[in-house]
């Protein structure tokens, strides 16, 4: 009669073999952190996959034209890190047409500071005309660090 034979084999772990393994399984795992470790402190891939620049150290001020003014603000890098975002001019009619824009502005200046990330802001949801020329003013003031 055919067929397939299989021979079962005995496996012996030794308290020595064990040690072995264990040693070389902790090698590993420190390994793999440090790795990754050290690779989160270079320029090169974000958590996302997107390659990013370093943002130079100083004021920058980016400035978005709309039809009632100039939207104009200050960021504050330190570090190669956004440390502070200041709008310093918007146009009045915005303000005085919608009152619960200082709120909407503090939160996109806020998230934008904690994720270093001005597409963040855009997750908001704020999707008024206002919001995006802010967002513009920010982006244009990073983009001028990274070319001075």
């Not at 190669?80 to 005085?96: A, F, G, Q, T």
């Not at 998230?111 to 597409?119: D, R």
């Amino acid at each position: 009669m055919g067929g397939i034979f299989i021979k079962s084999k005995i496996i012996i772990v030794t308290k020595k073999s064990l040690i072995v393994y264990a040693a070389l399984l902790l090698i590993l795992v420190i390994g793999l952190v440090l790795l990754f470790t050290l690779r989160n402190n270079e320029v090169g891939l974000a958590a996302s996959g997107y390659t990013y620049l370093r943002y130079n150290d100083g004021i920058y001020v980016g400035i978005e034209k709309t039809e009632s003014g100039d939207v104009k603000a200050e960021v504050t890098i330190r570090n190669s890190k956004i440390k502070d975002i200041k709008l310093i001019e918007i146009p009045s009619d915005y303000i005085s047409n919608n009152p619960n824009i200082k709120d909407e502005i503090s939160d996109i200046i806020y998230t934008t500071i904690k994720s270093q990330n001005v597409a963040a802001a855009n997750d908001l949801g704020n999707s008024s005309y206002v919001m995006g020329k802010v967002i513009k003013a920010v982006r244009n003031a990073l983009n001028e660090s990274l070319i001075n």
